[in-house]
């Protein structure tokens, strides 16, 4: 998995390209969680992620979890046909905000 990440403004833009699983969950979760600010949104731009498992699943909730507790939110965007497969089964598709575009 590779991604990149953008700044614009209060909004983190993070694209994420490949597979989301444990083997860079770890890192992941370090340069998303320590790169939030105070009253920060997240975007994931997850058009080109083919496959998410838990862990990478377990990474965009503690993501979530921040961004809430530094009064920001988070929204995904782009969610492919295989990855909300895996979000509708475990029923996290309730606790994100889903959009289909990033302009939305």
């Known amino acids: 998995m590779a991604w990149s990440i953008t700044e614009k403004g209060n909004r983190l ?48 909730v503690q993501v979530l979890q921040k961004a809430k507790s530094l009064g920001g939110r988070v929204v995904l965007t782009g969610l492919q046909e295989g990855p909300r497969l895996v979000f509708e089964i475990t029923k996290v598709n309730r606790v994100f905000d889903i959009v289909d575009k990033l302009d939305e």
């Open 13 to 60: 833009v993070v694209a994420i390209d490949g597979r989301f699983v444990a083997a860079v969950a770890p890192a992941a979760r370090e340069e998303f969680l320590g790169r939030m600010k105070e009253g920060m949104d997240v975007v994931f731009d997850l058009n080109n992620m083919v496959h998410i498992d838990s862990s990478g699943i377990g990474v965009l």
